[in-house]
């Protein structure tokens, strides 16, 4: 299970305990996306995490979206990068550490293909995948969802691990992981009461 960050959700004392209470349960994947805070902003909040959990005792990994100034500057597993942004880096040569994890957002069997091209011809490891959105969720109000039918073919594409995204609930998780590797959730752990139990309901499938 990863966890994707979103403060706007709660207060930050929530908001760090629902992180500490999702690692305490068994999640091994943070993916901090706060993505309108400033580099200062997102470095004070980096070490409140770490404080918070004890990161530095290596129980999960702590994965920054998109920002390149602090993936390189701060003790983060690796980063989650959209796919137009990885493909710009890749173009410009950047280098992409082997110990480091590369998580990329992807969104149609196209990008999928693109990526294996990418990833055959030039022997780059790519740890995971998100593909989204699977069901509806405020988050894209107004889009319509891929449904897990991208989860099936992606699977026939590519043998990088598929994360789904998008209105993963305990209800349809089971669905879910007939054809992806794990999922990601945001909203449901940070607008719930009790964090734990949440995690027991997703788990208990």
């Given at each position: ?113 693109y990526l294996e091209r990418i990833i055959k011809d ?84």
């Amino acid at each position: 299970m990863y966890l994707i960050t979103n403060r706007h959700l709660c207060d930050e004392n929530h908001y760090l305990q629902v992180i500490d209470d999702a690692i305490n349960s068994g999640v091994k994947n943070i993916i901090l996306r706060e993505k309108d805070m400033s580099d200062d902003e997102l470095t004070d909040l980096y070490y409140k995490i770490v404080d918070k959990t004890n990161y530095l005792d290596n129980k999960f990994n702590l994965i920054i979206n998109s920002n390149l100034n602090l993936y390189k500057k701060l003790k983060f597993s690796g980063i989650h990068l959209p796919f137009e942004k990885f493909k710009q880096l890749f173009n410009d040569g950047f280098n992409f550490e082997e110990n480091k994890i590369l998580g990329l957002s992807l969104h149609s069997t196209m990008e999928i293909i693109y990526l294996e091209r990418i990833i055959k011809d030039n022997n780059i490891k790519v740890d995971y995948i998100t593909l989204s959105h699977i069901y509806e969720t405020k988050c894209k109000e107004n889009l319509k969802p891929k449904g897990t039918n991208l989860l099936k073919e992606g699977k026939k594409i590519t043998n990088v691990s598929i994360v789904a995204l998008g209105g993963i609930l305990p209800s349809n998780a089971r669905e879910v992981l007939k054809y992806a590797d794990d999922f990601a959730i945001m909203s449901t752990l940070f607008t719930c009461e009790n964090v734990k139990l949440k995690i027991q309901e997703y788990t208990s499938i």
